[in-house]
């Protein structure tokens, strides 16, 4: 985008290596081609248990974001009995790591996170903080920024500077412990949640589609957004 109004300039930014962090390797990222042919549905692994849309950002975007926004309060929450963890994004250019964070933090990958691994321990500081002092752990993690560096001298091109402005934008959808569908965006007020699913429901069934990312292209669509790319990955097993 433009502009990000929403954070500061000066601060860090980074895209974190979930499996170098403790993300079991059996855990990882599929492409999703469609969401509307079953054939290609077919080849990503079940269950999803979570979403990551990428998609650029639109004025259409914002006005929804800030009219939804408006009339909710402020997230203050934290501890065990959260229903879902939520960051709040406060880095710079760091949309796709805390839709990474969003993804891996809740639900069934929680579970699936190494004992005794860098990301273990991030979550576990973390979880009794309320949103303001979870940003300020992400933004000090000397893990995060490890791991954004080996990305960088992994990645074909050059990692972007931290004062560069990027136009994608990267939100989670990620079915909880509790069966309820949470969008979570760091530049939101907190968590939305979407509706609930069933037990046989994953973040990648026809109903968590029409409540999450179905939902979010219909409203670009009303709004009169013209350019409706978007990509899609979906969190779930992984196969050699």
């Given amino acids: 985008m433009a502009e ?5 300039n000066t601060n860090k930014a980074f895209v974190p290596l979930v499996h170098q962090l403790g993300l079991v390797p059996t855990l990882g990222f599929s492409d999703v081609f469609s969401i509307e042919e079953p054939d290609l549905l077919a080849l990503v692994p079940r269950p999803s248990h979570a979403l990551l849309l990428v998609f650029p950002v639109s004025k259409t975007y914002e006005s929804s974001r800030i009219a939804e926004d408006a009339p909710l309060a402020e997230y ?4 065990p009995a959260e229903p879902v963890m939520w960051f709040k994004q406060t880095i710079r250019n760091a949309c796709g790591l805390i839709g990474l964070l969003h993804a891996v933090s809740n639900g069934e990958p929680r579970s699936h996170v190494l004992p005794g691994s860098d990301l273990e321990a991030l979550l576990r500081d973390a979880e009794p903080l309320a949103p303001g002092q ?3 752990l992400l ?3 000397k893990a995060l920024e490890s791991a954004h560096a080996d990305a960088a001298r992994l990645g074909d ?3 972007p500077q931290a004062e560069d402005n ?3 934008h990267f939100v989670a959808f990620v079915k909880g412990q509790d069966g309820r569908l949470w969008e979570l965006d760091g530049r939101r007020k907190g968590p939305l949640e979407r509706g609930r699913l069933a037990a046989d429901e994953d973040a990648l069934s026809e109903k968590a589609l029409n409540l999450g990312v179905r939902r979010f292209l219909e409203t670009e669509a009303k709004g009169g957004n013209p350019d409706l790319r978007f990509s899609l990955v979906s969190l779930g097993e992984v196969f050699d």
């Fill in 4 to 8: 990000n109004p929403d954070v500061p």
């Fill in 76 to 79: 203050t929450g934290s501890g």
């Fill in 134 to 136: 979870r940003a300020d």
């Fill in 139 to 141: 933004y000090e993690s």
């Fill in 157 to 159: 091109t050059a990692a």
């Fill in 166 to 168: 990027v136009d994608l």
